[in-house]
């Protein structure tokens, strides 16, 4: 089964680029939905930092590290914390 995706003209670019390399490593020319094919399985074993999304400034505004369940604190420091603002 195939399925048509649409991608920027830059992404295109990448990806030709990228079978072109692939083509003179190996000298052979490996169709696209086969080099797509692989880049999936690549991500997947790296999915991990595929997930990590960059911080907004909002989000980098996380809890301390040494905070303790003991320290007492007003409903809108915890609120600060808890709830992010995006």
């Known amino acids: 089964m195939t399925t048509t995706i649409k991608v920027s003209d830059e992404t295109k670019q990448l990806l030709d680029m990228l ?5 003179l490593t190996f000298r052979k020319k ?5 080099l797509i094919d692989d880049i999936t399985r690549i991500a ?3 999915e991990d930092e595929l997930l ?4 907004s400034p909002s989000q980098e505004k996380a809890a ?9 604190t007003d409903a809108g420091t915890m609120d ?4 992010v603002e995006d």
């Open 52 to 55: 990590q999304i960059k911080k």
């Open 80 to 83: 600060d914390y808890v709830y």
């Open 44 to 46: 997947l074993r790296h």
């Open 19 to 23: 079978q072109a390399k692939m083509t």
């Open 64 to 72: 301390p590290k040494n905070i303790s369940r003991m320290v007492k």
């Open 30 to 34: 490996k169709p696209l939905s086969e």
